[in-house]
């Protein structure tokens, strides 16, 4: 397991210093028996309305607009066993690309993210140019047998010219796709199928700021 999680490092590290952004199956990394258990978490908070619609902005700029996303979330904070096991991962991660790319990344915050049939999220970019505050960006996802009919693809751009598509990911379960933060605009397309991922960001400054 240690020599896959470095070269999923290595990979990862290429990945972002060559085309700001890069995609691959995280299951050698993760394991399958952890995937599966923040998938069954994630079921349940969905069940139970857990899940808070999403906005747009931090702090006293956050705003819900349907037209731009209309995803639910919930932030993890590592208190359960799968959350925990996650974080020691992601921690890794951090670690693996400081390492490798001096990027001096301090810390990271996540959150599950659902989908429901017709959900999207516009094209974006995860933090605005120059702030230094998310980093790098990642997502997993957690859905089994997604078939490209059920939709909620993340299509990624050029980051130097953002209308042109250069990747389009399909949200099958330890599909994992990570960009830079600032440098890579990026869209979900609706879903046709409930659609369930977990968004980290890894970030340079060391306060969190208010969810």
Not at 142 to 171: A, T, Y
Request: with cysteine.
């Amino acid at each position: 397991m240690d020599e896959a999680r470095e070269s999923c490092l290595n990979q990862l590290a290429d990945g972002l210093s060559e085309h700001g952004w890069m995609t691959f199956d995280a299951s050698s990394f993760l394991g399958p028996r952890l995937l599966q258990a923040l998938a069954a978490e994630m079921m349940l908070l969905e069940s139970t309305d857990a899940m808070k619609k999403a906005g747009v902005g931090r702090g006293s700029d956050h705003v819900q607009d349907r037209s731009i996303r209309r995803d639910r979330i919930a932030w993890l904070q590592g208190i359960t066993s799968p959350q925990a096991a996650l974080f020691e991962n992601f921690e890794r991660i951090r670690e693996g690309l400081n390492q490798r790319l001096f990027l001096g990344l301090k810390r990271f915050e996540c959150h599950y993210a659902t989908y429901r049939p017709g959900d999207f999220y516009r094209k974006h970019l995860d933090s605005f140019r120059g702030r230094a505050s998310r980093v790098v960006s990642l997502v997993l996802y957690l859905n089994e047998d997604w078939q490209p009919k059920d939709g909620g693809e993340l299509r990624i751009f050029n980051r130097d010219s953002d209308h042109e598509m250069c990747g389009l990911v399909l949200p099958e379960a330890g599909r994992m796709a990570v960009f830079l933060s600032e440098e890579i605009p990026h869209e979900v397309l609706p879903a046709n199928r409930t659609r369930f991922s977990l968004a980290c960001w890894f970030r340079q400054d060391e306060v969190p700021l208010p969810l």
